[in-house]
């Protein structure tokens, strides 16, 4: 069964720093590029950052470059996204989905976790 598990959300104040977690399981990780999205209320998803399958292309909305890191490790079936210097606009429900790109392609999501930057 796939599942894709995002950890590591919470309330931080600005400039503060978070660490998401994805962990997936139920398909070959190492086979599938990861995102991480976001959603704030009243707005679309929104693309935050992007990895390839082997860590050696990633790709960033502008609103983050600099601020947000994101990696992955193949070993643990995990991507994480780093996030530092967060700011109030970066309160939204951050999402990962997996994509696989090579036919048959295939697209999972996961459930989401909170990030709410607050004084």
């Known amino acids: 069964q796939v599942h894709l598990g995002e950890s590591g959300g919470g309330l931080v104040q600005p400039g503060g720093s978070l660490r998401l977690s994805c962990a997936a399981s139920?398909?070959?990780?190492?086979?599938?590029?990861m995102s991480w999205y976001r959603q704030a209320p009243g707005k679309e998803r929104e693309l935050v950052a992007y990895?390839?399958?082997?860590?050696?292309?990633?790709n960033y909305a502008d609103s983050v470059k600099g601020r947000f890191t994101i990696s992955r490790d193949n070993a643990k079936n995990t991507v994480y996204l780093q996030m530092n210097s967060l700011q109030p606009e970066d309160t939204a429900v951050y999402y990962c989905?997996?994509?696989?790109?090579?036919?048959?392609?295939?697209?999972?999501w996961g459930q989401g976790t909170q990030v709410t930057v607050s004084s």
């Open positions: 989905k997996a994509e696989r790109l090579d036919f048959p392609r295939r697209v999972y």
């Open positions: 139920g398909f070959t990780f190492s086979s599938y590029a």
């Open positions: 990895i390839n399958r082997n860590g050696g292309i990633t």
